[in-house]
T-cell receptor
Framework: EADIYQTPRYLVIGTGKKITLECSQTMGHDKMYWYQQDPGMELHLIHYSYGVNSTEKGDLSSESTVSRIRTEHFPLTLESARPSHTSQYLC?????????????FGPGTRLLVL | SQKIEQNSEALNIQEGKTATLTCNYTNYSPAYLQWYRQDPGRGPVFLLLIRENEKEKRKERLKVTFDTTLKQSLFHITASQPADSATYLCALVAGYNKLIFGAGTRLAVHP
């Protein structure tokens, strides 16, 4: 079992609210990722980070933002939630191993925006 | 565009049989390929990695093959058990440290 945690596990919220999804890992990994996954669909990378103060946008455009102030913490924020943001959000981390990084995933946050 | 295809239909097999899942890709030349297991409502869990110069990789009841000419990987579970029921994802490296995932194939092993 990987030491990567996400809270909350489930979130139901109204349109227009600001939300922050928490992700933390205790493995000391520099690289962290956020994915979005709809039921039966691929994971889509929305943000990633190579280390403290490093953040990059992924392949899927997202209205969310991320920050990386500490190695172990990589929160994702939605300033104004909309029903189109309803999805599962998965956080992951990896350690460098000659380009063959395997990723360790958290349990995910299932978000429902009404 | 780059694409990974996995059979979207669920694979139903009887306990004890070998399950074979397929991953096809186009417009990639990956140095390695990974397989993950995902249970409902959970994050994926890494299973195996195979490099482009390896034809086959084994781990306990799991076996992965990688054919760079066919642009295909096969994932086998021998002596399958109901506990193997899950969705299995293949993933390729695309760019520096970024993985591209297939949508996965759901496996159901019946007693």
């Amino acid at each position: 079992e990987a030491d990567i945690y996400q809270t909350p596990r489930y979130l139901v919220i109204g349109t227009g609210k600001k939300i922050t999804l928490e992700c933390s890992q205790t493995m000391g990994h520099d690289k962290m990722y956020w994915y979005q996954q709809d039921p039966g669909m691929e994971l889509h990378l929305i943000h990633y980070s190579y280390g403290v103060n490093s953040t990059e946008k992924g392949d899927l455009s997202s209205e969310s933002t991320v920050s990386r102030i500490r190695t172990e913490h990589f929160p994702l924020t939605l300033e104004s939630a909309r029903p189109s943001h309803t999805s599962q959000y998965l956080c992951a981390s990896s350690e460098p191993s000659g380009g063959e990084e395997t990723q360790y995933f958290g349990p995910g946050t299932r978000l429902l925006v009404l | 565009s780059q694409k990974i295809e996995q059979n979207s239909e669920a694979l139903n097999i009887q306990e004890g049989k070998t399950a074979t899942l397929t991953c096809n890709y186009t417009n990639y030349s990956p140095a390695y390929l990974q397989w993950y297991r995902q249970d409902p409502g959970r994050g994926p869990v890494f299973l195996l990695l195979i490099r482009e110069n390896e034809k086959e990789k084994r781990k306990e009841r799991l076996k992965v093959t990688f054919d760079t000419t066919l642009k295909q990987s096969l994932f086998h579970i021998t002596a399958s058990q109901p506990a193997d029921s899950a969705t299995y994802l293949c993933a390729l490296v695309a760019g520096y440290n970024k993985l591209i995932f297939g949508a996965g194939t759901r496996l159901a092993v019946h007693p």
